[in-house]
């Protein structure tokens, strides 16, 4: 009978295997793309929706302003010292 493994080895060993979980989740992510050319819905709520890709390019495009977003707006709040009480 095998002994129970405790959350840190797992851990330890998905850190191991980190470049198969990126390749994998690629591959799915990939696959996802390949899909929605050949399945659309059939009464898509909004004209976007019957576009091949459009989710795809929505959460790139919504990704892209995200990051933007926190790097521009949100990081240099975060980033000031503790004792910088917002006063010039």
């Not at 330890?12 to 990126?22: L, S």
């Not at 996802?32 to 009464?43: A, D, E, Q, S, Y």
């Not at 790097?71 to 010292?81: D, F, S």
């Amino acid at each position: 009978m095998r002994e129970p493994q405790s959350l840190g080895s797992w851990l330890e060993r998905a850190r191991a295997n980190a470049d198969g979980w990126k390749k994998a989740l690629y591959a799915v992510l990939g696959l996802c793309v390949v899909l929605n050319l050949f399945i659309t819905p059939h009464h898509p709520h909004f004209s976007g929706e019957g576009v091949p890709g459009f989710w795809e390019a929505f959460a790139l495009v919504a990704t892209v302003v995200m990051v933007v977003v926190l790097k521009k707006v949100i990081y240099p709040m975060l980033a000031r010292p503790e004792d910088d009480n917002g006063r010039s």
